[in-house]
């Protein structure tokens, strides 16, 4: 593994552990030759995904695009890394175990906003609020009126 400091080929591991549930290991790692420690992530990747987009292109899933529109819509809410990790392990499983090399972008957005309204409903307002295009204030409040029902 590759310090990401200063690029050397000389890093230890210093503590493993499960993550995410089990589905992840976390490694500790130091530099030996500037002495950095850093994280790394094992996961299993059971077959590569396409993403269909609403205008029909296709790209490649990116769970760091997912992770990061995670943290979009929990930024600044009280929420542990783990709980997160495993909702996005979650989706990920889900997506990798329909079978279908091709996922489609609403698809995605429908689990995103599952996982979301289980970890917290501030996160899932703002994401719906994207995911289904608020134009109006009035939008926000139609939704909200739907989610109290």
């Known amino acids: 593994m590759l310090c990401p400091f200063c690029k050397s080929e000389d890093t230890q591991v210093k503590d493993s552990r499960p993550s995410e549930d089990g589905a992840a290991i976390r490694r500790r790692r ?9 994280t790394t992530f094992e996961r299993v990747h059971l077959r590569d ?8 292109r296709r790209t490649p899933f990116d769970r760091d695009k997912l992770e990061r529109s995670f943290a979009i819509a929990l930024r600044k809410r009280d929420l ?4 997160i990790q495993r ?6 499983r889900k997506l990798e175990s329909t079978g279908e090399a ?3 972008s609403d698809y995605i957005g ?10 917290d409903k ?21 939704f909200v009126n739907e989610l109290r029902k």
Do not use: W
């Open 110 to 119: 429908s689990l995103v906003m599952k996982a979301l309204l289980k970890l």
């Open 102 to 104: 091709d996922v489609g």
């Open 87 to 92: 909702a996005i392990t979650e989706i990920v």
């Open 122 to 142: 501030v996160a899932y307002i703002r994401y719906a609020s994207v995911y289904r295009n608020f134009d109006e204030p009035s939008d926000f409040e139609e």
């Open 49 to 56: 995904i396409s993403v269909i987009k609403s205008d029909g």
């Open 30 to 38: 130091q530099c030996g030759s500037c002495s950095a420690r850093f």
């Open 80 to 83: 542990h890394e783990d709980e």
